[in-house]
Nanobody, 114 residues
Framework: VRLVESGGGLVQSGGSLRLSCAAS????????MRWYRQAPGKERELVAH????????VYADPMKGRFTISRDNAKNTVYLQMNSLKPEDTGVYYC????????WGQGTKVTVSS
């Protein structure tokens, strides 16, 4: 089983990034997918959730209206479009699969400069 995140990097405040998470080794379409993030010195927090078929999404309040989670079950990939980024969005973003089992990616670092 692998979850491989990509798309992180350094961006200025107000900018955008699109994260991707490529999944393999399990039945991707049977799993809900989530993005979490962990800021320096803080606990890991939920960013967004998408149901297995993609019909339902949930966002943490600070991300509503700025972030969009989506998935392509044909490509076994989940995305996180992040717009209007703020310095407080800085952190390591993790992909998480939830179903019969739970899997985590290794994370991708996002740094938003002021």
């Amino acid at each position: 089983v692998r979850l491989v995140e990509s798309g992180g990097g350094l961006v200025q405040s107000g900018g955008s990034l699109r994260l991707s998470c490529a999944a393999s080794g399990f039945t991707f379409s049977s799993y809900a997918m989530r993005w979490y993030r962990q800021a320096p010195g803080k606990e890991r927090e939920l960013v967004a959730h998408i149901s297995s078929a993609g019909g339902s999404t949930v966002y943490a309040d600070p991300m509503k209206g700025r972030f969009t989670i989506s998935r392509d079950n044909a490509k076994n990939t989940v995305y996180l479009q992040m717009n209007s980024l703020k310095p407080e969005d800085t952190g390591v973003y993790y992909c998480n699969a939830v179903g019969r089992w739970e899997y985590w990616g290794q994370g991708t670092k996002v740094t938003v400069s002021s």
